[in-house]
């Protein structure tokens, strides 16, 4: 078996497409904050603001705007930009992919468990060798970025609820069967039991409605899952081969002396894409949550609104008597029970509360202990920003994320950074 490993051999010969990482590190240790300087944050200093993306005609004038509304960092690429950010006295970050579908092929993508190929979040099937392969050289490349402090890794993960039932029920193509094989898991008693879970939600309604039931509290949910060791053990192979591929991209990143972050599910939602606080606790330096909790465009992957949602409203419940009901167990799985929420699909879409953020933050920094970096990015856009912005503070934040530039940002992030 080789559970915590990830293909040296392979990796090795990735890695040696970065060839001069050791100059590109020299280089990135004159920055504002080299990794050897920055150390652990005081954590009874104010919080940092990041901001991802950037935009603006004079790169100069808009990193000088930012720097005076007492931005940290900017995550975004491209020469002048990182030159402007670093020149108006802040961190220039860049921010990488996870597995994106190279070629547009059906050999390369992730397989449901009718057999059919899924597309979810433009990425293929993370267990293709092809595909990770890429990854790793992407990485390889970054990491040769002048003038950077960091990288940011968003999509190393499976499909999410958000992405929709059948793309979220994989991957069960050749090449996870292959993964899975080699890691030590039974692949026919993963697919077996995902088959009865989708079985189980797409029935008769009264079946539907026994699940949703059991996700209600922690012993009901517990009691069902010992009756599918199959889909546990799906989570375990998912998230033994998430954080596989972490750790092979921290050495690529921490290997050039630079800062490695990670775009991250919230706590109730990573288990479900495969990725863990507690084994990437090691591996990641700044941890960033990714809570848009009322984000408005449809799929909204990693959105709360839109993960907790987009099944139930797939599986047609809103407008049915058993709506509530089902929308009440969601919401208390996702241990949203004591919060405001009215319980029907259309509200959870547009009505989480900023609670649910603050709720989050709290949770990822019980996760991951007082000594590493957190930084949840929140949704720029939000009209309850003074609340969303003073409850990830009070959920244990060092810094707070803005997703994404818009031109009108001094005017959205405005209640964040005054309050």
């Known amino acids: 078996m080789t ?56 790169p ?9 509304a007492g931005f940290h960092t900017v995550v975004a690429g491209g020469a002048a930009v990182i030159e402007a950010v670093h020149a ?11 597995f994106p579908l190279v ?46 402090q960091g990288i940011l890794v968003d999509g190393v993960r499976f499909a999410s609820p958000a992405s929709g039932l059948m793309p979220f029920l994989t991957d069960f193509s050749i090449h996870a069967e292959q993964c899975a094989l080699e890691r030590g898991f039974d692949f026919g008693l993963m697919k077996h039991d995902v088959e009865r879970f989708h079985r189980d939600l797409t029935g ?70 495969g990725q863990s606080y507690a084994d990437l606790r090691d591996v990641a330096d700044v941890f960033a949550p990714m809570i848009y909790r009322n984000y408005p465009t449809h799929p909204g992957p990693a959105c709360l609104n839109w993960e907790l949602a987009e099944i139930p409203g797939e599986l047609g419940l809103a407008g049915t008597p058993y709506e509530a009901e089902v929308m009440t167990s969601m919401l208390a799985w996702a241990g949203f029970a004591d919060l405001n929420i009215e319980p029907r699909v259309d509200a959870v879409k547009t009505s989480l509360p900023p609670e649910a953020v603050g709720q989050e933050t709290q949770r990822a920094r019980n996760l991951i202990g007082a ?12 009209p309850l920003m003074a609340d969303t912005a003073r ?29």
């Open 371 to 382: 000594d590493k970096e957190l930084a949840p990015i929140i949704y720029i856009d939000d």
């Open 204 to 273: 008769q309604e009264a079946s539907a409605l026994q699940l949703a039931r059991r996700f209600a509290t922690p012993s009901g949910l517990l009691e069902w899952l010992t009756r599918y060791p199959g889909l546990l053990e799906w989570f375990r192979f998912r998230r033994a081969y998430t954080t596989e591929h972490f750790r092979a991209l921290s050495e690529i990143i921490q290997g050039a002396k630079l800062r490695m972050g990670i775009y991250i599910f919230t706590p109730s939602l990573a288990p479900l894409v």
């Open 103 to 148: 070629r547009d092929t059906d050999e390369l993508k992730s397989v449901d468990i009718t057999g059919a190929p899924q597309i979810w979040f433009g990425s293929g099937s993370p267990c293709c060798r092809e595909i990770r392969l890429a990854s790793l050289a992407s990485y390889a490349e970054m990491v040769k970025t002048q003038g950077i």
């Open 3 to 58: 559970h915590g490993r990830f293909e040296r051999r392979l990796f090795l010969k990735i890695a040696a497409l970065g060839a001069g990482l050791a100059a590109a590190a020299d280089m990135h240790a004159d920055g504002p904050a080299s990794i050897e300087s920055r150390g652990t944050r005081d954590k009874a200093a104010p919080v940092t603001y990041w901001m991802h993306g950037f935009g603006g005609d004079t």
């Open 391 to 419: 409850l990830v503070r009070e959920g244990g934040a060092d810094g707070i994320n803005f997703f994404v530039f818009k031109e009108d940002w001094a005017t959205l992030v405005g209640p964040a950074v005054s309050s």
């Open 60 to 68: 100069a004038d808009t990193a000088q705007a930012l720097r005076d």
């Open 88 to 98: 108006a006295g802040m961190e220039s970050w860049v921010c990488g992919s996870g």
